[in-house]
C-alpha cells in the first residue's frame, strides 16, 4: 500500500525567514506529485506538480519554488516568508500517466506571524 | 474567475435525508470530476469520481450524477448520517497529471 507523508506537521515562522517543507511517498514508483495551498477560509488551490525527477511544473507561483530531488520526494521551499503565507500545505500523488484520481498527505499548517 | 464553484457554502439535513450538492465548471476541457470530503484540519480524502464519458456512477449511499452540456456536476448522500458531517469538496481536471481545481467546499451538518 502507498503511504505519503508531510513533515513537518505545524510550523509557525517569522516574515522573512525562509522553510523548507517535504512530502515522501512510499510504495509508489513514479508517481505524479503535487503540491496545494489553502489560506484559512480559502480554496484549496494548486501550487505546482511533478511527473518526473528534476522536473516541476508552476502552477501559481505565491513567491514559493519547488523540486523534486528523488523519485519519492517533493520539496517546497521559499527564502523570504510573507505573512499571506500562512496556511495548510497538502501534497498529493496520483499515478503516472493520464490518471486524475488524487490521494493527499496530511498536510503541514504554517502560520508566519 | 473561480473555474469550479460550489454555490451553496452550506447545507442542513436532517438524519436519514437525502444531501444534494453542487457544483459548476467553466472550462470545457474539464474530463474528470471528483468529490472529496474534508474534515477541519485535515486533508480531503476521495469520496467518489466519474470520467466525462459517464453521466451517473453509484456507490453505496453516493451518486454523482454529471451534466457535460450544462457544465455541471452534483452528489447526492442518501440516508444521511451524523458521521456525513464535513465539508464536501468537488474537484475537476483536465487530463494528464495537471492536477485539480477544486471549488470551495460545502459544508454539510446532519442533525437528528
Known amino acids: 500500500a502507498q503511504t505519503i507523508h508531510q513533515w513537518p506537521v505545524a510550523e509557525i515562522k517569522a516574515v522573512g525567514s525562509p522553510l523548507s517543507l517535504g512530502c515522501t511517498i512510499k510504495?509508489?514508483?513514479?508517481?505524479?506529485l503535487y503540491w496545494y495551498w489553502q489560506a484559512t477560509g480559502g480554496t484549496l488551490q494548486q501550487l505546482f506538480y511533478s511527473i518526473t525527477v528534476g522536473q516541476v511544473e508552476s502552477v501559481v507561483q505565491l513567491n514559493l519554488s519547488a523540486s523534486r530531488p528523488k523519485d519519492d520526494q517533493f520539496i517546497l521551499s521559499t527564502e523570504k516568508l510573507l505573512l499571506s503565507h500562512s496556511g495548510f500545505y497538502l501534497c498529493?500523488?496520483?499515478?503516472?500517466?493520464?490518471?486524475?484520481?488524487?490521494?493527499f498527505g496530511p498536510g503541514t499548517r504554517l502560520l508566519v506571524l | 474567475g473561480q473555474q469550479v464553484k460550489q454555490s451553496s457554502p452550506s447545507l442542513t439535513v436532517q438524519e436519514g435525508g437525502i444531501s444534494i450538492l453542487n457544483c459548476d465548471y467553466e472550462?470545457?476541457?474539464?474530463?474528470?470530476f471528483a468529490w472529496y470530503k474534508k474534515y477541519p484540519d485535515n486533508s480531503p480524502t476521495l469520496l467518489i469520481s466519474?470520467?466525462?464519458?459517464?453521466d451517473k456512477r453509484e456507490d453505496g449511499r453516493l451518486t454523482v450524477f454529471l451534466n457535460k452540456s450544462g457544465k455541471h456536476f452534483s452528489l447526492h448522500i442518501t440516508a444521511s448520517q451524523p458521521e456525513d458531517t464535513a465539508v464536501y469538496l468537488c474537484a475537476a481536471g483536465a487530463g494528464y497529471a495537471q492536477g485539480l481545481t477544486f471549488g470551495l467546499g460545502t459544508r454539510v451538518s446532519v442533525f437528528p
Open positions: 498529493a500523488w496520483s499515478r503516472g500517466g493520464n490518471q486524475d484520481t488524487q490521494y
Open positions: 472550462n470545457d476541457m474539464f474530463d474528470y
Open positions: 466519474v470520467r466525462s464519458n459517464v
Open positions: 510504495g509508489k514508483s513514479s508517481p505524479n
